[in-house]
Nanobody, 118 residues
């Protein structure tokens, strides 16, 4: 399965961005999809995931600011990020069947850079 992430960019603190991740194959609809991020000098950390029935989970650091969603007809998962903070600056990776506790997943996207200026 190939995952292609997009939507990153440079935004001021308090701003918003929407990340997208398109999957190449049809089993997307029954897969859990998620997002991780890795800031410079830090380990990759779990951000959010959405199960095939749309049950969602979030890291405490993004609860209330980020919203994950999916469109199974388009094989795409989204991460709407609002009220962005400089500490949200990182490369964001989408993942198929992520394991939040271990940082593992079946497949990874190439990453998209999000930079939040203060």
């Amino acid at each position: 399965v190939q995952l292609r992430a997009s939507g990153g960019g440079l935004v001021q603190a308090g701003g918003s961005l929407r990340l997208s991740c398109a999957a190449s194959e049809g089993t997307f609809s029954t897969s859990t999809m998620g997002w991780f991020r890795q800031a410079p000098g830090k380990e990759r950390e779990f951000v959010s995931a959405i199960a095939w029935r749309s049950l969602t989970i979030y890291a405490d650091s993004v609860k209330g600011r980020f919203t994950i969603s999916r469109d199974n007809a388009k094989n795409t998962v989204y991460l709407q990020m609002s009220n962005l903070k400089p500490e949200d600056t990182a490369i964001y990776y989408c993942a198929r069947n992520p394991i939040p506790s271990t940082g593992q997943a079946d497949s990874w996207g190439q990453g998209t850079q999000v930079t939040v200026s203060s």
